[in-house]
């Protein structure tokens, strides 16, 4: 059963934006913390953005000023706006939902390269 959809992803300029969607489930939506994490081949699966507490919201510190996290609950989605794209954005995407459990989204990539 997938309880966490990401869409958004794609090939970016440096400098340019995308923007990533999540929809969860109305339980997950309501109830889990849900942020996004990325994973750059070779590296660690690192935090980008999350929030925690209801609607405070955590950043890296590499991407603080350039993505917003957002969230819909019309539409149980969270966002990730990206702008100022960076080559070292270049990872695959992960949605994730912490409560008791951790869940993870299948992942989209995002590439920024000219």
């Known amino acids: 059963q997938v309880q966490l959809v990401e869409s958004g992803g794609g090939l970016v300029q440096p400098g340019g934006s995308l923007r990533l969607s999540c929809v969860a489930s109305?339980?997950?939506?309501?109830?889990?913390?849900m942020g996004w994490y990325r994973q750059a081949p070779g590296k660690q699966r690192e935090l980008v953005a999350a929030?925690?507490?209801?609607?405070?919201?955590n950043y890296a510190d590499s991407v603080k000023g350039r993505f917003t996290i957002s969230r819909d609950a019309a539409k149980n989605t969270v966002y990730l706006q990206m702008n100022s794209l960076k080559p070292e954005d270049t990872a695959v995407y992960y949605c994730?939902?912490?409560?008791?459990?951790?869940?993870w989204g299948q992942g989209t990539q995002v590439t920024v390269s000219s």
């Open positions: 994730n939902a912490q409560l008791v459990n951790v869940l």
């Open positions: 929030f925690s507490g209801g609607r405070n919201t």
């Open positions: 109305d339980i997950i939506f309501a109830l889990y913390n």
